[in-house]
């Protein structure tokens, strides 16, 4: 063999080496709910640039007992602003959310955990079943959320991603527990495995203050302090009820396959979804839609073997399908008829993102003006997560420059 064909040949190995370190690389980043969480190394060596999306790993750690009712509603409208703000960083990154509802010992829960994932509409589904209940002692089971929030959470070990706890509450926690762990232990764990942990004040307990400040000192993040009912900001605009409905029509441009069973529980997902967002507000939809028909929003709204994605794409050819695989929609059609049909739900579809996207930039303008006719919101919780989030995402490659927080 001469010279210059071994020099191939080591070429090209090197290069199939690369591929399949560039493949395996996304299964590492995945966070599937259960994987044992292990501290990332001191000093990582960095990751290879494989050209995805940056990341964000945000759980909301989140008193739900009764004094707390104000705040909870606004999470539930304003859980789909908060993931457009993270969002609007650059380049876009792809967002996960999670959850950890708290009360304290005696009431009908301690915690109550949903993990991280790429599928806000149900996470959304979860938080509009929390009702503000409970507690009235004071302190809560703070340490318990914390401790659950580090370990029961199924956080990346990609030290690129931006990880991050949110805890929002008004009292503090209890310390008196026996066989549990206290808040400066976990901490110390968060910090050491490059999770940012910052605490939120709701109202202006001063023993919270104290302690919701200790929190964020250890949790190497930052301290808020926000009004009883979140501050969050809540303006109804001329545009909500056109978003709501063009939210809806983009919902049924998907079209999924897979086996009947998958279908099936794709079926029963998605009427479990349509049954929260008949009882969410017009604002609330109007919020959704901008973000779903955003560049990060789309994993939210396709997720996993929505055909017309996956055909227009080029990772599914409709001609290797198996006919028992195949979507309703599609089933007794021949093959240039599916096509078709593919073909134009995917251009239908980008004409209903296309004017969700028009009418979403529209509708921040509104929400712009108003919110500086009223003297601007700077204490608001929108404008303190931006806040957060633009300061700490600053090594992890996202920017945040010119960003408003999206009401």
Not at 2 to 25: E, H, P, S, W
Request: include cysteine.
């Amino acid at each position: 063999m001469n010279n210059q064909m071994k020099t191939r040949m080591i070429a090209l190995g090197l290069f199939g080496l690369t591929g399949a370190a560039v493949l395996y690389y996304p299964t590492l980043r995945s966070a599937e709910p259960g994987w044992p969480v292990e501290p990332i190394v001191q000093d990582p060596i960095p990751w290879p640039d494989t050209g995805q999306h940056p990341v964000i790993e945000a759980v909301f750690v989140l008193d739900t007992t009764g004094s707390m009712g104000g705040l909870i509603q606004a999470a539930k409208d304003k859980i789909w602003s908060i993931a457009s703000t993270m969002a609007a960083g650059q380049p876009a990154p792809e967002i996960r959310m999670g959850l950890v509802a708290y009360r304290d010992r005696g009431d009908d829960y301690v915690t109550r955990v949903v993990d991280l994932t790429k599928d806000l509409d149900s996470l959304h589904g979860e938080l509009m079943q929390f009702q503000a209940q409970g507690g009235g002692d004071g302190p809560e089971s703070v340490n318990q959320a914390l401790h659950e929030a580090l370990e029961r959470i199924g956080w990346s070990r990609d030290p690129s991603v931006y990880r991050v706890i949110f805890l929002v509450g008004d009292a503090p926690a209890h310390m008196d527990y026996p066989n549990d762990i206290p808040y400066t232990q976990t901490m110390a764990e968060t910090k050491r495995r490059g999770i940012r942990v910052n605490a939120i004040q709701c109202g202006a307990q001063p023993d919270t203050a104290r302690e919701w400040r200790r929190i964020a000192q250890l949790g190497d993040g930052g301290y808020f302090q926000v009004e009883q009912s979140g501050g969050a900001v809540a303006i109804t605009t001329p545009f909500d009820d056109t978003l709501a409905r063009l939210s809806g029509e983009l919902d049924a441009t998907r079209i999924y396959h897979g086996k009947a069973e998958e279908r099936a529980r794709k079926g029963e997902k998605l009427a479990a979804e349509q049954a929260t967002k008949a009882a969410a507000s017009p604002a609330a939809l109007a919020r959704r839609a901008g973000f779903v028909a955003s560049e990060s929003g789309e994993a939210s709204l396709l997720g996993d073997k929505e055909l017309v994605d996956e055909v227009s794409s080029g990772r599914v050819d409709l001609a290797d399908l198996p006919s028992a695989e195949l979507p309703e929609p599609l089933v007794g059609l021949d093959l240039e008829t599916q096509r078709h049909l593919i073909a134009e739900t995917a251009a239908k579809r980008k004409e209903l993102r296309d004017r969700i996207q028009d009418l979403s930039a529209q509708r921040a303008e509104y929400l712009k003006a108003e919110v500086e006719a009223k003297g601007g919101a700077e204490a608001s919780l929108d404008h303190k997560i931006l806040n957060a989030v633009r300061e700490q995402t600053a090594d992890k490659g996202l920017r945040y420059e010119g960003a408003a927080p999206a009401y």
